[in-house]
T-cell receptor, first 118, second 110 residues
Framework: DSGVTQTPKHLITATGQRVTLRCSPRSGDLSVYWYQQSLDQGLQFLIQYYNGEERAKGNILERFSAQQFPDLHSELNLSSLELGDSALYFC?????????????????FGEGSRLTVL | QQQVKQSPQSLIVQKGGISIINCAYENTAFDYFPWYQQFPGKGPALLIAIRPDVSEKKEGRFTISFNKSAKQFSLHIMDSQPGDSATYFCAAEYGNKLVFGAGTILRVKS
């Protein structure tokens, strides 16, 4: 158990709808990262928050947004859903906000939220 | 260029054999190279990592070989076991971002 909790585990919705995925990081971790995993794209970095502020942005669509709350949990909002948005969405956390991997070498991943858009 | 190219896409190895997964990158700004292991239904978990000032790192049956001039690195799994069957991702750090390869599905046949 990584200590990162993601809900819901599975979600089925229709095109055009909006969903919210939730992530609780490991206790004490200030950084939250969101990744999208699809069969043909592998793990794609979406966005990172550190202590409530956006720290880095990856291939996140304008239809997607995220935030990190004062209690450090994070939500990823996906709107105007399309079939191609069907994927596994992972949240990961780490203790630090910058140059994480040099010092700690590790992101701790949750078990993911599987989104199916019909 | 922030891509990390990983091969092969899938790999079948006999129990006791050596599994080899290769990755290549273009961006010389990458300066940390971890490998993550993912079992079905689980999130990826760090397996082993290397910095570019080291050419090889070994942890148990897992070894990373790093060739800075060729901008390539690889994971070797010695004495592969059925329990090693998983998806393996190479990755590279760039700024605050961890860029992943596409993954290799490893199946070890007993």
């Amino acid at each position: 158990d990584s200590g990162v909790t993601q809900t819901p585990k599975h979600l089925i919705t229709a095109t055009g709808q909006r969903v919210t995925l939730r992530c609780s990081p490991r206790s004490g971790d200030l950084s939250v990262y969101w990744y999208q995993q699809s069969l043909d794209q592998g793990l794609q970095f979406l966005i990172q928050y550190y202590n409530g502020e956006e720290r880095a942005k990856g291939n996140i669509l304008e239809r997607f947004s995220a935030q990190q709350f004062p209690d450090l949990h994070s939500e990823l909002n996906l709107s105007s859903l399309e079939l191609g948005d069907s994927a596994l969405y992972f949240c990961a956390s780490s203790a630090q906000g910058t140059r994480v991997f040099i010092d700690t070498g590790e992101l701790f991943f949750g078990e993911g939220s599987r989104l199916t858009v019909l | 260029q922030q891509q990390v190219k990983q091969s092969p896409q899938s790999l079948i190895v006999q129990k006791g054999g050596i599994s080899i997964i290769n990755c290549a990158y273009e961006n010389t700004a990458f300066d940390y190279f971890p490998w993550y292991q993912q079992f079905p239904g689980k999130g990826p978990a760090l397996l082993i990592a290397i910095r570019p000032d080291v050419s090889e790192k070994k942890e148990g049956r897992f070894t990373i070989s790093f060739n800075k001039s060729a901008k390539q690195f690889s994971l070797h799994i010695m004495d592969s076991q059925p329990g090693d069957s998983a998806t393996y991702f190479c990755a590279a750090e760039y700024g605050n971002k961890l860029v992943f390869g596409a993954g290799t599905i490893l199946r070890v046949k007993s």
